[in-house]
């Protein structure tokens, strides 16, 4: 039996009110999302990102159907909420990374996270390296402003559009698929 | 990670659902909608000379022309309250469907004789009572469709939210085209048009706000 046939016959449990299995169930999803969102998101905000999910996946269990397979599921609800995510960092876009967050592993955090890179690569570069700094390395609004020459009210708009377009992008492709 | 307490709250709060299935989901709508046209119907609101044009084409069309497309849009709604299914392919199908109504309504306007002018053809003054009154039939299955929305996950709220409004609006116009008095093709392909959009658009905004979790 493959583990995403063993996940819907543990989600299928947690449907009829299994606790024992639906904790597995909840345990192995949390590792499972936290590799999702850690090639998709910037560190800081992984940890909410994965119990934003776990909610909803407890939210909207009832909407898994047991006769098709839990990972398109699984995959579509983390996405939803990858996007939400992305559309909640570009209206806060003056929102600091914790600085702790920031240094603790950022480097290889940033290096794994292949997804957004190539979400990023479809920015413009002005977009591209404020992203980069602010959400990704932690520096602030103005820092970044001073060490890309932009002003701080244009580095703010190119976070903003730049994250929109992100979550745009990632929206686009699911729907094409 | 979030810590093990996010997981025992979650597995503590855990009750046996009741799945939300296609079948069951179109099943809630159908009953909406049979409950309301029996009401409409047992309320005398069938045009008194229904059993003579019910033999029109201008009459099948007032009536098949949304009852498809309304049957579709519950069906494209229903089926994208899983997040793993999109409205998307159902919305091409009701693109389609809406085509080949309202290219119907164009040969019925070409086969009519016109012997009067095209205002006193067109009616705005009932013309927009009439758009009200569709608008206000649509009202119970927007209600059963944003409730819907709400309790399921559809991926994509946006297409789930035009598929449910485009859908109740039609089921409105549907209902009302059994008291719906006027059959010059004109007035139908006009009015019902700009019935069913109005409705949509607004069903549209209500069950979008709805359908995000």
């Given amino acids: 039996m493959s583990g995403d046939d063993e996940w819907g016959r543990l989600m299928a449990a947690g449907q009829d009110g299994h606790g024992g299995a639906y904790r597995r169930l909840l345990e192995e999803l949390r590792r499972w999302l936290f590799g999702f969102f850690v090639r998709r998101l910037p560190p800081g905000v992984i940890d909410d990102a994965v119990q934003d999910t776990l909610i909803a996946i407890h939210e909207k269990r009832h909407t898994y159907d047991r006769d098709r397979p839990f990972k398109p599921w699984l995959v579509a609800v983390a996405r939803y909420k990858w996007i939400d995510r992305l559309r909640s960092l570009s209206r806060t876009p003056t929102e600091l990374l914790d600085e702790e967050v920031a240094v603790e592993g950022h480097e290889s955090a940033v290096m794994s996270a292949t997804v957004l890179d190539q979400l990023l690569s479809e920015l413009k570069p002005a977009q591209q390296t404020v992203i980069r700094l602010v959400k990704l390395e932690g520096y602030s609004i103005e820092e970044a402003s001073a060490r890309t020459g932009q002003s701080s009210s244009l580095v703010k708009v190119n976070i903003h559009r730049g994250l929109a377009r992100m979550a745009a992008l990632v929206e686009r492709h699911a729907h094409a698929e | ?213």
């Fill in chain 2, 1 to 213: 990670m979030p810590s093990d307490a996010l997981i025992e709250k979650l597995v503590g709060d855990l009750r046996p659902v009741r799945r939300l299935s296609v079948p069951r989901g179109l099943a809630i709508l159908a009953v909406v909608g049979a409950g309301e046209l029996a009401v409409w119907l047992a309320c005398g609101m069938v045009r008194p000379d229904f059993a003579r044009t019910a033999v029109w084409p201008t009459t099948w069309w007032k009536l098949a022309g949304p009852a498809l497309v309304a049957l579709a849009g519950a069906a494209a709604m229903v089926r994208s309250l899983s997040p793993d299914r999109s409205a998307r392919p159902g919305l091409r199908v009701m693109a389609g469907l809406i085509g080949v109504v309202l290219a119907a309504a164009l040969l019925l306007v070409a086969l009519t004789p016109a012997d009067t002018l095209l205002l006193q053809r067109i009616d705005p003054g009932y013309g927009i009572v009439c758009v009200a009154r569709m608008a206000a039939l649509s009202v119970p299955m927007l209600v059963a469709t944003a409730l819907l929305a709400r309790d399921g996950a559809p991926a994509d709220p946006d297409a789930t939210a035009l598929a449910g409004g485009v859908g109740s609006a039609c089921w409105g116009a549907f209902v009302f085209a059994f008291a719906c008095p006027i059959d010059d093709p004109v007035y139908l392909g006009i009015w019902y048009a700009i019935g069913c959009l109005v409705t949509a658009l607004g069903g549209r905004c209500l069950i979008g706000r709805l359908a995000r979790w």
